[in-house]
């Protein structure tokens, strides 16, 4: 487990392998996935894959709550490449950096993680210039996955 605290809202975060989380943590990570990916985007979708044991998670928490999170996905499980997915923060807090925030501490653990590489992910298009911003390129076509466009997105080591 990693801890660090940052300015930014006395924010502090935390990278764990699924063994590693406490109950609680579970429960507020699966929470919020719920609250954004089923209940605000309207998807019906198994977010339950059979990916999370083998996963490592990055939690952003401001005081106690949990305010945005990571899935870091090893190369080989989803894509090719270590992949980040399940990216999402918290309703209540978006527009105060966030989500920039919590994607900067993601690459950094991948980095950490497994060293030099490229990682993928699977884009909202509404996104596409906030990944592009943070080093994402379009790798492929528009796709619709659970009612939503998306696009894969590169960031070359």
């Known amino acids: 487990m990693r ?4 300015s930014l809202m006395n924010l502090k975060h935390s990278l764990k392998s699924f063994h590693e989380l406490s109950i609680n943590e579970l429960y507020d990570l699966l929470r919020l996935r719920s609250e954004v990916f089923v209940v605000e985007q309207n998807c019906v979708f198994l977010d339950l894959d ?12 401001q005081e106690n709550g949990l305010v945005a999170y990571t899935r870091i996905v090893p190369a080989g499980l989803s894509y090719e490449e270590v992949a980040i997915g399940r990216v999402v923060s918290s309703p209540a807090f978006r527009g105060k950096g966030l989500g920039r925030k919590v994607m ?8 950490q993680l497994f060293g030099s590489c490229d990682i993928r992910l699977g884009a909202q298009t509404y996104a596409l210039g906030f990944y592009e911003s943070l080093g994402f390129k379009s790798d492929g076509e ?16």
């Not at 528009?142 to 080591?157: L, S, T």
């Open 50 to 61: 059979d990916k999370d044991q083998k996963c490592f998670h990055l939690l952003l928490y």
């Open 104 to 111: 900067e501490l993601t690459l950094d653990a991948c980095y």
């Open 3 to 6: 801890n660090s605290s940052s």
């Open 142 to 157: 528009i796709y619709d996955e659970d009612g939503i466009e998306h696009i894969e997105m590169v960031r070359k080591a």
